[in-house]
């Protein structure tokens, strides 16, 4: 009994993280129906983009305290061109084939991008300990956690919160909705449906690389590190509903908990549990807990 | 129509492989023998492919297969490989029966979304197991073959020669089983489920079936595997691993049963070339092959062969 506070607090972290590396996931399948396995590849681009540029950034003496937006704008300024490039070269050309045709160029560009991370930045591992060490840490039931994971928290519900004012209280995110419901129709009303899903592919990407990059300072940067994220990320989605945002956040609600009872119960489960919940919802309801209604086509 | 060649090829390729083995180097017999574990997998892969649905777990069952063999010698000192592919296939296939009551409902993608999860549950539980050895896996001793251990340096033979009797078998199966009414349907179910309900046959149980063949033949490729590696660990459950198998069958397509072991040499090949020529690009050169091979030729290499005999 008395583990239930380290239970929560952990689940709360772990969801967090999970929200925070799924989002983008959900964010392009919602809009261009793409199961987009590159999510991995640019959560691991933005991981080594902000270990490597801070770790320069800070052996140069500078402030540590604005290493925290170092991690931010590596992430942004390095994954961008390679997210563009991916949707202009090569998806955009991809989007009258069928969703699983697509997965498989997602899978092959997975591929190509995991030799590309190692030829940019080798096969040894990077670490940034300073944002993590510098915030210290806090007390719950006599456990101390590290402080920065108060900012994953943080850094998560901004995310959360500021894709949802995105989406339904500004004139993109509502043409945005449009397309989602019908890109023709929307192409029709003079809409430039090609560079929404540009800038849908781009979010999307960048938000990955955010979640690398919050994520870098917490564990090592090895070569791999997205392909766990990968099956991870589609679990959370799929648990909430692909392409639905409060589904999203359920998902890595659930996850999160389940996964940390596990941990603190039964640890040899810890794995299963998670994948377990997964088949069970697509069993139950494949669509997801939060499925979107199908938008009716005539 | 056409003759149909298959059964002449297959025979033809076995006895060159058989009267030509010997003089085959030892990492040559190796790259063959896990090419035909990966082809019976992918050949598995096809039969699904062509009623329009991928499995991205189709490793729940290469791994069920390679730990169930495992397990025979392990705890029941079993290493004959016939005895240890056929037992791996069998309890894939009886995996496959049961689930399959589940899969054979969904279609496209979260057909394979579920395939996925559930051979992720397969991985989360060996990566714990400590029993299994958890994420080392463990060692299995060389095959026997009929009770007889061979001398060391014949068993990379006779473990390609069973491989690719087992391979031969299973094409062959196979083949036969496109010709039935059941084997037929699947490219009706790929362009008009509704249809195919309209003519009085029944999708579902027609996925079902197909879905407990290709188990079976990825747990007898996992057994394969595993006895001709030598070693067996929870990665074989990981979806990389399914990636492969789904990859080997695009470059080969669907347009025989013979294809998806050429792909899985090709593959093999590649593999082998590209590691040793650079070990830090080889994932890049099997993307760009895969990439190009859907935006240019997405029926497969085998569509090659086939496009120039219909020319001559």
Sequence with gaps: ?298 | MRRDRTVAVIGTAFVALAAGGPWLPQWAMFIATVAFARGLVALGLVLLLRAGLISFGQALFYCLGAYTAGALGRFYGVSDIFIEMLVGGAVAALVAFIIGFLLARYRGIFFGLLSLALSMILYGLLVKTEALGSTDGFNIAPSTLFGVRPPPEWVRYSVLVSAAAVAAAAALIVHRYLQTPLGRLAPAIKDNEIRVEYMGASARKAVHVKYVIAGALAGVGGALAATAVGHIDPDMAYWTTSGEFIFITILAGTGSVVAPFVGALIYGSIHTLAYGLSPNTWQMSLGLALLVLIVFLPEGLWSLATRHARRT
């Excluded at chain 1, 583990?3 to 983008?24: R, T």
């Excluded at chain 1, 793409?34 to 500078?62: C, D, E, K, P, Q």
């Design chain 1, 1 to 298: 009994m008395d583990q239930i506070p380290s239970v929560i607090v952990d689940g709360v972290m772990y969801s967090a993280w999970l929200f925070m590396a799924a989002l983008g996931l959900t964010l392009i399948y919602g809009v261009m129906k793409i199961v987009n396995v590159t999510h991995g590849s640019f959560y691991a681009i933005g991981a080594y983009a902000a270990a490597s540029l801070t770790a320069a950034y800070l052996a140069r003496g500078f402030p540590p305290m604005l290493s925290y937006a170092v991690l931010v704008v590596a992430a942004i300024v390095v994954a961008a061109p390679f997210a563009i490039a991916i949707e202009r070269v090569i998806l955009r050309f991809m989007y009258a084939r069928d969703e699983v045709v697509i997965l498989l160029a997602t899978y092959a560009l997975f591929l190509i991008l995991e030799d590309v991370i190692k030829l940019i930045w080798g096969v040894n591992p990077y670490f940034i300990a300073e944002p993590y060490a510098l915030l210290g840490s806090f007390q719950v039931a006599d456990m101390a956690y590290p402080t920065y994971n108060l900012l994953l928290v943080a850094a998560a519900l901004v995310f959360g919160g500021g894709l949802a004012w995105l989406l339904h209280s500004t004139r993109a995110g509502k043409l945005l909705v449009a397309v989602i419901h019908d890109p023709e129709v929307s192409r029709a009303m003079g809409v430039n449906v090609g560079r929404y899903y540009l800038a849908t592919f781009l979010l999307g990407s960048l938000l990955a690389a955010l979640a690398g990059a919050f994520t870098a300072p917490t564990v090592s940067v090895v070569p791999g590190l997205g392909v766990d994220v990968i099956v991870l990320s589609f679990a959370v989605v799929v648990i909430g509903g692909l392409g639905s945002l409060p589904g999203a956040a359920l998902g890595a609600v659930i996850v999160g908990i389940v996964r940390s009872l596990s941990v603190h119960y039964m640890p040899q489960l810890e794995l299963f549990v998670i994948y377990f919940v997964m088949a069970a919802v697509l069993a139950v309801r494949p669509r997801g807990l939060f499925s979107l209604a199908e938008p009716r086509k005539i």
